[in-house]
């Protein structure tokens, strides 16, 4: 809990605001964590029900998911494709594809990515306010 103590919940109060005669965040935000054993322990759940105004619980995590990043269902295996439509000699050439790759592709395509990807996400977790 100390490394919550010391760097979550200034940083949530510094990004969030913070009303000292209240003890309440200004907006309303949510922690999400996997379940990793240390993130899903008894003390580590009650830890956020006492100290942030909303987290995922390990309930509310879908299975088999370590992150729930939207990067890692659909951008990194577009990025492949696009970098390694040639084999690569060297690892320069590689990293030089995979920032044009990065660079070129379209803003609308990560749009509709995030979009679908919060909808699920809110529907997996039961959550049915944005």
Known sequence: MALLEKHLLPWAKDTFGWDD???????DWVFQQDTAPGHKAKE?????????????????????????????YSIWGYLE????????????SLKRAIKKAWKEM??????RVIL????????????WEL
């Open 44 to 72: 580590t759940q009650q830890w956020l029900r006492d100290h942030v105004p909303e987290f995922t619980t390990t309930k509310q995590w879908p299975p088999y998911s370590p992150d729930l990043n939207p990067l890692d």
């Open 106 to 111: 379209p803003d609308e395509m990560v749009e």
């Open 116 to 127: 679908a990807w919060t909808l699920a996400s809110v529907y997996r977790c039961g959550w």
């Open 81 to 92: 494709s696009k970098a390694c439509e040639k084999p690569h000699k060297t690892i320069k």
């Open 21 to 27: 005669i209240t003890e309440e965040f200004l907006e």
